[in-house]
């Protein structure tokens, strides 16, 4: 690996457009070596088209792009001899075994693990006679990352690995991401997953229309809120007024309606809470639910954006 | 670091693989044409000349006529009512109706060459039985020259059919489904070579265009009797660059399609006319003079004419170096516009 690398990626005013549809629309990054950089953002926010012109598979309407300090269109195949990568949405072929998809992608590189290496890793090591569609919805999509670690990359790209899987297949590879990481190596990873961008990423960018409107540690982002507590309540006689006084309450940063519930973010519970409810009980309004969570990316980003990263 | 392996091989092994794990895959491309020929080979059989089949309608002295018909050895003759004759000679059951009375008449359609001959076969027996001569005397010698058989003409149409099949099938199908599972994309973000790829396919072709000769040579060599009169290596070498031209065209076909719907139209459109106009299963020289270079000029058609050549005339391959050059021609062109125009997103 190159030891002067600093920056893994960098890109500025990165701009891309489909028809009439901008999805990319002036998005700068600088991914540092050996970080997990995420993007998060809602369904159509950019990412994937984000990522695929960092991998080289779209060119850019505008921008300056550095990938491992090399450039798309002079240096593609030294490039891809070093990336790792794992589409959103990619099938492999289905009637091929495990062992005989890592050897095909292992055969396009010039150096990296053995397909049983890899294998190990991954824990595909008893699935090595099956055929890809005979591998549940986790296996076939570490064996994906597998394809991707084939050729001991230094930058792997994951989009969107975790969508649709079950809660443990979603750990499993959590833990592979973080034994890359450890390993030294850099990621970028887009995830619509809030928890994800908050277990695995180093720095997160928020990205929303195209465009990087937060960029941070997870727990930075969070405190610029000004805030770490979310309380949620509901009341029996509601009325558009109660937000009104409900912002005096002492401590209460923020208020919200959503889904027939009233979010105020507080930084101190133990204050808030009690002042609270005492002036619930001067106006006179019956509480009918109370609930507090920490505050979390996904309140960032409704925070910044007024919508959720996910409709569901 | 030494390569781990190569990567054209791989692919190559990995179509190969593929292909043979898809059951469908081998009944179209290995027994679909054994049944075909097998099928054909019964139907349109040389069988030793029928009796042709004829009525004589019911009236006075229908019965006696008949059986004067009937013992003519190519003659086998029946009495009808008039209502079922007429309806037995429209269907094709039998060949000519005789009318008879005083003077008989024959009722028949011209435009049918076997009700042609019947009625002439007819005409000579009712004339002979009643005391006709004739002036000069004749004798016959029976000829049969190898390879004259229709399933000997048969052989070659389906092996030529079967490499255009399989070519343009196997390969199209499978690169649109790569594209369309996004599994494209995926390769091209690794250091693969894209022509290599494209070249795994005409690989794994020749691996099982050697098979699928085998196969039907085989068949019809056993079953059928059908011979080889070239040398088997020139027979090889015509079906290499028959599979190769098709690779290079199935490559084209797919080479934008999305869809596997898409590509199976284009696909139809495409091998139909070679279907119908290249002599599978019969000759092209049926089609008028103004359609011959046109006909000549398709893929199928040069290859069909090598393959006859190699296996009915025993014909040398220098003998069918143009119709080869135009063939592998197809396929090159084919496969240099594909890796051109190849869609990989």
């Known amino acids: 690996m190159n030891g002067a690398l600093q920056v893994a990626v960098r890109c500025q005013g990165l701009r891309k457009s489909y028809g009439d549809v901008v999805a990319v629309d002036g998005l700068d990054l600088e991914v540092q070596v050996g970080e997990c950089f995420g993007l998060l953002g809602p369904n159509g926010a950019g990412k994937t088209t984000t990522v695929e012109i960092l991998e080289g598979l779209l060119q850019p309407d505008a921008g300056q792009l550095e990938v491992l300090g090399m450039n798309w269109g002079t240096d593609d195949r030294a490039l891809r001899q070093r990336l790792g990568v794992q589409l959103q949405e990619t099938q492999l072929a289905e009637k091929l075994t495990v062992e005989e998809t890592l050897q095909l992608f292992r055969s396009f590189y010039d150096q990296g693990p053995s397909p049983d290496d890899v294998m190990r890793i991954v824990g595909l090591e008893e699935k090595r006679k099956s055929w890809v569609s005979r591998l549940s919805g986790g296996q076939q999509q570490r064996l994906a990352v597998a394809c991707a670690l084939i050729c001991h990359p230094e930058l792997l790209f994951l989009d969107e690995p975790t969508t649709g899987l079950d809660p443990q297949s979603r750990r499993q590879l959590w833990d592979l991401v973080h034994d890359f990481k450890t390993r030294g190596g850099t990621v970028v990873l887009t995830t619509h997953y809030m928890e994800e961008a908050h277990r695995l990423c180093d720095r997160v960018a928020v990205v929303d229309h195209g465009r990087v409107i937060a960029l941070g540690s997870p727990s930075e982002l969070i405190a610029a809120l000004g805030a770490e507590h979310v309380v949620e309540i509901a009341v029996e006689n509601d009325d558009p007024a109660i937000d009104g006084w409900l912002a005096e309450v002492s401590g209460v940063q923020d208020v919200r309606r959503e889904r027939n519930g009233i979010f105020l973010t507080v930084s101190e519970l133990h204050r808030t809470v009690p002042a609270l409810l005492t002036a619930l009980k001067e106006q006179r309004v019956v509480l009918s639910n109370l609930t507090t969570h920490h505050a979390t990316l996904e309140d960032v980003f409704v925070s910044l954006t007024g919508r959720h990263l996910r409709d569901d | 670091m030494i390569k781990y392996s190569n990567p054209l091989l791989q692919l190559t092994r990995a ?17 679909f044409p054994v049944l075909m020929a097998l099928g054909l080979g019964i139907a349109f059989r040389n069988r030793p000349a029928e009796s042709l089949r004829i009525a004589v309608e019911q009236g006075n002295g229908a019965t006696a006529l008949a059986a004067t018909l009937d013992s003519f050895p190519d003659l086998d003759a029946r009495v ?41 076969t007819v005409d000579d027996a009712v004339q002979r039985s009643r005391g006709r001569t004739d002036p000069v005397p004749v004798g016959e010698q029976h000829l049969t020259e190898p390879g004259s058989r229709y399933i000997d003409f048969l052989i ?16 199209g199908f499978n690169i649109v489904q790569a594209r369309r599972r996004k599994l494209l994309k995926r390769l091209l973000a690794t250091p693969m070579r894209k022509s290599e790829y494209l070249l795994s396919y005409i690989l794994s072709r020749f691996v099982f265009m050697v098979l699928e000769v085998a196969a039907l040579i085989g068949f019809g060599w056993l079953v059928f009797d059908v011979r080889v009169y070239g040398s088997i290596l020139d027979l090889l070498v015509v079906s290499v660059v028959g599979a190769l031209a098709f690779a290079g065209l199935g490559m084209l076909t797919a080479s934008r399609a999305r869809t596997v719907e898409g590509v199976s139209g284009i696909m139809n459109v495409v091998m139909m006319p070679m279907w119908i106009f290249s002599g599978v299963f019969f000759s092209y020289a049926r089609f008028p003079d103004a359609l011959q270079p046109a006909i000549k000029a398709l893929p199928l058609t040069p290859l069909l004419d090598a393959l006859r050549a190699v296996m009915t005339d025993g014909a040398p391959l220098t003998a069918n170096l143009g119709r080869l050059s135009i063939v592998a021609a197809w396929g090159i062109i084919g496969f240099l516009v594909a890796l051109k125009i190849f869609r990989w997103n």
Request: net charge neutral; no cysteine.
């Open chain 2, 15 to 31: 179509r190969v693989m593929e292909f043979i794990r898809e059951p469908e895959a081998i009944f179209w491309v290995f027994v």
């Open chain 2, 156 to 171: 070659p149409g389906l092996l030529g059919l079967n490499l255009m099949g399989s070519g343009m099938w196997g390969i």
């Open chain 2, 80 to 120: 009808l009512q008039p209502e079922t004759a007429r309806n037995e000679l429209r269907t094709g059951k039998i060949a000519v109706v005789v009318v008879p009375g005083d003077s008989l008449t024959y009722v028949f359609d011209p435009s049918r060459s076997e009700s042609q001959l019947a009625r002439r």
